[in-house]
């Protein structure tokens, strides 16, 4: 089985490079998160609780937060939210983040709204659609990434009932606030009465890559020097059989 550990060096280094295949396929939005913390704002009919993916953390010291696929491996201690696909030489991996929110501060409390808090640290290559869905893997499985690649729990991160979108533009480096629609309102108050711990969201990205990530490549390059983003990449990449 392969597998690939990607970390924010090696996602620079993709898109510093220019590797090949990388400049038409490589269409992803938030690379190089790592640990950053997210967040859901959650209006009740008593006022706003702010949860966030560093609480009751389900595997300590890292963030309930990250990455599944059906091509690579990851790694339980990998908190890097990335979403889309990446292209390595020929080979290209495709990516579905999630968060997971700890709900017991909202128990016996009526839900009336939801917004999603994504913080982005990070870089984007497209401008493109960032969609939130339901999730129905349980939030232990899900946060226990290093057991990947899983196309099931790919597939449930990306499809079910959509509880928003929004249009992620290619240089924004901020953060997004996306409202949820009525099923992610009714789901999180179903989790509440049902005494549940956590909640997740999942996300899939659609992106077309633009002319001006070559732009971004020749910034890269400048700033961090070729010959040292190959050097990266050689320790960087590991792909075992």
């Known amino acids: 089985m392969r597998t690939l550990r990607l970390t924010g060096c090696l996602l620079l280094v993709v898109v510093a490079t220019g590797m090949p295949s990388s400049a038409h396929a490589d269409s992803f939005i938030f690379g190089g998160t790592d640990n950053t913390a997210n967040y859901l704002e959650v209006t009740t009919t008593t006022g706003t609780v702010i949860l966030s993916t560093d609480t009751n953390q389900i595997l300590s010291g890292y963030n309930n937060q990250g990455w599944w696929s059906p091509d690579v491996g990851n790694s339980d201690d990998n908190a890097n939210f990335i979403v889309g696909t990446i292209a390595i030489d020929s080979f290209v991996a495709h990516y579905h983040d999630y968060f997971t929110f ?32 339901d999730v129905s893997t349980d939030p232990y499985t899900l946060n226990a990434n290093g057991n990947g690649p899983n196309t099931a ?53 659609v992106g077309v890559p633009e002319p001006s990530t070559l732009v971004m490549s020749s ?12 050097r990266n990449w050689s320790k960087s990449r590991k792909i075992s059989a």
């Open 102 to 133: 700890d709900i017991t501060r909202l128990a016996g409390q009526t839900v009336t709204g939801v917004t999603l808090n994504i913080q982005n640290p990070g870089f984007n290559t497209s401008t493109g659609t960032y969609s939130v869905y």
């Open 153 to 205: 729990i790919y597939d449930d991160l990306g499809s079910g009932n959509l509880y928003g979108s929004q249009t992620i533009p290619l240089f924004n480096d901020s953060e997004y606030f996306i409202a949820l629609n009525s099923f992610a309102v009714n789901d999180l108050q179903a989790a509440i009465d049902n005494g549940d711990t956590y909640f997740s969201t999942g996300g899939a990205f």
């Open 219 to 230: 910034l890269f390059a400048g700033a961090f020097g070729i010959a040292a983003l190959r």
